[in-house]
C-alpha cells in the first residue's frame, strides 16, 4: 500500500502560507478611521483559525502540475470567499451564530453593519487579487469563482437551506453541492487552470472534488452531533435546533458513516483517473473522515 504523507503537517504548513498571503493582500491599511477599521474587520474574518483546505487544493491541485508557485493568488481569492461567506452566514438574519473558530463572530466582535460590510469587501477584493493573472487565465479563474460561488453555486446553497423544499437525501446533496461543495469543487478546477491541466485531468479532478465536498458535509454532520462546541469551534447542535435537514438526520449516524465510506471510495476513484502523484490528495480524503474539528 502507498504510503501518504503527513497531511496534518501539510496542512498547517501550508495553512502557514496562506495566513501570511492573506494579511500581506490587506495592506496597506488606510490613513482613514472608517476604513481601517474595516480593513481591521477584514483582518479578523480573515485570520486566526481555520484548516484552509480549499486554498490547500488550489495549491496542492496546482502542484501536481509544477504550478504551485503561480497559485497563491487564486488560493487568497477562493478563500476571501469562503471568509465573506461565513461572516454573512453567521448573521442574525441567517444562522445567528455568536462564535466562529473559536472566538466571537464578526457581527459580535463588531456590530452587524461592519459584518455586512466586510463580507462585500471580501467578496470584492477577491476578484481584484484575481486580476494578478493574465488574459485568458485571468476570464477563466474569474468565471470559475463566480459561477462556484453566486446563485448556482454558494449562493444558492444557501438559499436552499433557509428554504427548504424536502428532507429527502437527494435535497440534502443538491444543497450541499451548492453551499459547501461549489467552493472545494472550484478550488481544485482553479488549481488545474492555473497548472494548465487537460480537459480530462480537469474532469477527474473535479469529480475528486466534488465527491471530497459531500465527505466533508457528512463529516461536519456527525461533528455537529458527536463533539462540543469547543471542540469544533462553533455552536454544537445548532443545525438539529433549526430543524435543517443533515445527513444524520436522514440516515442516521451509522448511516451517514457508512455513506461517507462510500463517497471518499467515489473519490480515489476519480484520482485514479489522473495519471501524476495523487497522494496528498488521497491524504486529504482520510485526514476529512477522521477530523475532529
Known amino acids: 500500500m502507498q504510503n501518504l504523507p503527513d497531511i496534518a503537517l501539510l496542512l498547517k504548513n501550508r495553512a502557514a502560507e496562506v495566513e501570511r498571503a492573506l494579511s500581506d493582500a490587506l495592506l496597506p491599511f488606510s490613513d482613514e478611521a472608517a476604513i481601517a477599521r474595516l480593513q481591521e474587520a477584514m483582518g479578523y474574518a480573515l485570520t486566526g483559525g481555520g484548516k484552509r483546505m480549499r486554498p490547500f487544493l488550489v495549491l496542492e491541485t496546482a502542484a501536481l502540475f509544477g504550478a504551485e508557485d503561480r497559485a497563491m493568488e487564486a488560493a487568497i481569492a477562493l478563500e476571501m470567499i469562503h471568509a465573506y461567506s461565513l461572516v454573512h452566514d453567521d448573521l442574525p438574519a441567517m444562522d445567528d451564530a455568536e462564535t466562529r473558530r473559536g472566538k466571537p463572530s464578526v457581527h459580535k466582535q463588531y456590530d452587524e453593519a461592519i459584518a455586512i460590510l466586510t463580507g462585500d469587501a471580501l467578496l470584492t477584493e477577491s476578484f481584484f487579487v484575481l486580476t494578478s493573472y493574465e488574459g485568458a487565465l485571468c476570464r477563466e479563474l474569474c468565471r ?7 446563485t448556482h453555486g454558494m449562493v444558492g446553497g444557501q438559499m436552499m437551506d433557509l428554504y427548504p423544499e424536502g428532507e429527502t437525501e437527494e435535497h440534502i446533496i443538491a444543497l450541499q453541492d451548492r453551499k459547501t461543495g461549489a467552493l472545494i469543487e472550484c478550488a481544485a478546477a482553479m488549481g488545474a487552470l492555473v497548472g494548465g491541466a ?20 457528512i463529516a461536519d454532520d456527525l461533528l455537529d452531533v458527536t463533539q462540543t462546541a ?63 474539528s
Open 144 to 150: 470559475e469563482l463566480s459561477r462556484a460561488a453566486g
Open 198 to 217: 487537460s480537459d480530462e485531468e480537469t474532469a477527474a479532478l473535479r469529480t475528486y472534488a466534488k465527491k471530497l465536498g459531500l465527505a466533508f458535509q
Open 230 to 292: 469547543e471542540e469544533i469551534g462553533k455552536p454544537a447542535g445548532r443545525d438539529e435546533e433549526m430543524g435543517k435537514a443533515t445527513f444524520v438526520g436522514l440516515l442516521g449516524e451509522d448511516g451517514a458513516r457508512a455513506r461517507l465510506r462510500q463517497v471518499n471510495d467515489e473519490a480515489r476513484a476519480a484520482l485514479g483517473q489522473v495519471e501524476r502523484d495523487t497522494s496528498v490528495l488521497e491524504a486529504l480524503l482520510d485526514w476529512q473522515a477522521g477530523r475532529t
